[in-house]
C-alpha cells in the first residue's frame, strides 16, 4: 500500500503519516525508485496511533507503548495500564488546577465589571460569569 492510499484509507494527512514513520510509529519498506511501501496491518496501526494520540500521549510515549496495543485501537494489553492510570491522574490534577483558575479569573473579571463586590478579606466571592457573547465579547 502506498502512501497516498494510506492516507486516504484512514483520513490521515501524507505529512502527518510520514511524521509518525520519522517517530518511529509506523513501518514502511522502500521501492527501488525510494517510495513507501506499507504492509496490510498499517490502516489498523494508524487507527492506533490516533486513539492514542486523542487520549492525550505524546508520540515518544505511543512509540515505547505502541506493542501493547492489540486488536482494535481501543483495545490494549494489561502492561499499559498502568502508564493510562499515571496519565489519567495527571489529567485531573490539571482539570482541578485549571478549575481553580478559572474561578479565580472568573471572580476578577465580575469584580471589574461591577458585578460582585470584594469582601472584606480582598478576595472576590465565586459568582459564574455570564458567556463573553452576554457580556458584549465575541
Known amino acids: 500500500m502506498k502512501i497516498g492510499e494510506l492516507a486516504q484509507a484512514t483520513g490521515v494527512s501524507v505529512r502527518l503519516l510520514r511524521y509518525y514513520e520519522e517517530q518511529g510509529l509506523l513501518d514502511a519498506a522502500r521501492t527501488p525508485g ?13 487507527r492506533r496511533i490516533r486513539a492514542l494520540l486523542a487520549a492525550g ?31 489519567l491522574d495527571a489529567l485531573d490534577e ?12 472568573a471572580a476578577l473579571v465580575a469584580a471589574t465589571e461591577g458585578r460582585q463586590p470584594a469582601t472584606e478579606g480582598g478576595s472576590v466571592a465565586r459568582n459564574p460569569v455570564a ?6 465579547r465575541s
Open 57 to 87: 500521549l505524546p508520540t515518544r510515549v505511543i512509540s515505547e507503548v505502541l506493542d501493547c496495543v492489540c486488536g482494535s485501537e481501543a483495545e490494549i494489553e494489561p502492561c499499559l495500564s498502568p502508564l493510562l492510570v499515571a496519565r
Open 131 to 136: 458567556p463573553a457573547r452576554a457580556r458584549g
Open 94 to 105: 490539571q482539570i482541578h488546577d485549571l478549575e481553580g483558575t478559572r474561578s479565580s479569573l
Open 34 to 46: 525510494g517510495q513507501r511501501v506499507y504492509g496490510p496491518d498499517a490502516p489498523a496501526v494508524v
